[in-house]
């Protein structure tokens, strides 16, 4: 087998993965995700295998791929932002805190407006609700176009007015 070979195996059971976790195919997702990893374990791979495990509810199996993640590169955002989403969705508000600050300050990440909305979430959880607003606000600076974060922003403005 040539040197590049696995990796490119790797990235064809990554895209499959991906392509059969969009189509709601969540088990065969996760076996082309795991197969994936055991060629050339990626960042990339065990997000998002955690996502798929998050689908099914498995938030502590979700955790532990994000926390692979990150080993195999500190620098990508969306497992920093992916546990911050667990715990909140675990009820561990304050917990997911760090985590989402974590993603907000990666050097590698194309959804930054993810962990601005998910701190709003927070904020708002705990009634601070300047703190939500501004954090809703931040995500709409990054993508005007994130429905979710103009529509917290919007109900929020609703409260002070």
């Known amino acids: ?59 502590e199996e979700a955790i532990e791929e994000c926390l692979k993640a990150i080993k195999v590169d500190p620098d990508f955002g969306n497992p920093y932002n992916d ?12 917990e997911s805190v760090p985590w989402l600050q974590k993603a907000i300050q990666a050097k590698r990440y194309d959804s930054y407006y993810y962990p601005h909305y998910n ?3 927070v904020y708002e959880h705990e009634a601070t609700w300047r703190k939500a607003l501004t ?8 993508n005007p176009d994130y429905i979710l974060a103009v529509k917290a922003r919007n109900r929020l403005r609703a409260l002070f007015n």
């Open 135 to 142: 954090c809703y606000e931040e995500a709409i600076k990054v």
């Open 119 to 121: 701190l709003g979430r």
């Open 1 to 59: 087998m040539k040197q590049n070979e696995p990796k490119k195996i790797a990235r064809e059971h990554f895209e499959k993965a991906y392509k059969l976790q969009i189509a709601g195919n969540l088990p065969d997702a996760i076996e082309y995700y795991r197969l994936s990893i055991e060629l050339h374990p990626t960042a990339e791979a065990h997000t998002f295998l955690g996502w798929a495990y998050s689908h099914q509810g498995q938030y």
């Open 83 to 94: 546990i911050g989403a667990y715990l909140i969705e675990k009820g561990k508000y304050r």
